[in-house]
């Protein structure tokens, strides 16, 4: 027996279609799994908040994925997708006296419909010009909800009262942690398979040159516009669990801001990958807090820490996407791969 593995070899198709091929692939998932279902148990309120947050933008950052490094379509709008979900959840909610889960579900499916009309000017615009027409569609969707009285209410914040599910009113971080973490969990699992399919593999045929992909027979207008209105979908979700997460909706928490994290997301955690969604939004949601917690720390001994909080995060922000840019592009998703292989390889190099 040779003293390391070669490769993965399979001798059937259902072998080849398995998620998980390798023992240690199967133990890292069983710790995966260990590690969700103990989190709430082991951290303090403080850091729960947080975890929910990562859980939420992990949703967001899988479906800009899909979009920009699945199917090579650039895109600064993702925060305004984020208040589609948000709004038509909430409105939804209140106004129609839907139930929570219906209209969350109606809120994808109405962000996923918008989402698929802007992606329309993708038929025609690649790189720049395609940036530039979704960072329109953000200011567009933002200057609706803030113009749109009648049904947004304008610049008022939408509050929402407590999720009720069968006489259980969810109060608490710890309460919204299995909802947050289903869904994410959910989103990963979606976002895998997707990429199993023959329209996953489309949308990476259209990535990789969209031109050979039509000689190929594949429907690039269906593609594109397609990719756009699933990537609006995880969008939307994520902008309704916001929305009932937070209980408060305000056009003000789905900014540039927010479209800019995302982007800094899956470039950090690594485009073209769903665990570099997942690595992404760990270190990119985490850093700030981290940030934020050293500062109150300081505070006691220099008592201007805290004003110079906000000024750091910036400049360790864009610290950050530079460093990974010119040094690792392809984000933390590879450095974990380099890791596995050393660990496989060694003691050889190759």
């Not at 023992?23 to 590690?35: N, T, Y």
């Not at 769903?274 to 760990?282: F, L, P, R, T």
């Amino acid at each position: 027996m040779p003293a390391t593995a070669t490769g993965v070899f399979h001798r059937s198709y259902a072998s080849e279609l398995r998620l998980r091929h390798t023992r240690a692939e199967k133990a890292r998932l069983v710790l995966v799994a260990l590690l969700v279902l103990t989190l709430p148990f082991l951290v303090s309120p403080y850091w729960l908040t947080i975890v929910n947050q990562i859980g939420i933008a992990i949703v967001g950052a899988i479906g800009l994925n899909i979009l920009v490094g699945y199917t090579g379509q650039i895109s600064l709008g993702q925060g305004g997708f984020l208040a589609v979900g948000a709004y038509s959840s909430a409105i939804l909610h209140l106004r129609g006296d839907l139930p929570v889960p219906v209209s969350i579900a109606l809120a994808v499916l109405t962000t996923a419909v918008i989402g698929a009309l802007f992606g329309i000017p993708a038929l025609r615009l690649k790189g720049l010009y395609l940036a530039i027409a979704t960072l329109a569609s953000q200011e567009i969707i933002l200057f609706t909800v803030r113009t749109w009285d009648a049904v947004t209410g304008g610049t008022d914040a939408i509050s929402l009262p407590r999720l009720e599910m069968a006489g259980f009113v969810f109060r608490k971080d710890f309460h919204w942690y299995w909802i947050i973490a289903g869904f994410a969990v959910l989103a990963v699992i979606t976002g895998r398979n997707l990429f199993r399919t023959g329209l996953g593999r489309s949308f990476m045929a259209v990535r990789d040159q969209d031109i050979a992909a039509s000689a190929m027979g594949i429907d690039v207008t269906k593609t594109k516009v397609l990719a756009f209105a699933i990537s609006s979908a995880y969008a939307g979700l994520a902008g309704a669990l916001t929305a009932h997460y937070t209980g408060i909706v305000t056009w003000e928490r789905f900014t540039l801001d927010v479209s800019v994290l995302y982007l800094a997301i899956i470039i950090v955690g690594g485009l073209g990958s769903i665990a570099g969604s997942v690595y992404g939004a760990v270190f990119m949601i985490t850093l700030p807090a981290l940030i934020t917690r050293f500062g109150q720390d300081l505070q006691s001994a220099w008592s201007e820490a805290a004003a110079k909080v906000p000024a750091v995060q910036v400049i360790v922000f864009g610290l950050v996407i530079v460093l990974f840019l010119i040094f690792e592009p392809r984000g933390l998703n590879r450095i974990w791969q380099r890791m596995k292989d050393y660990i496989r390889f060694w003691p050889f190099r190759y």
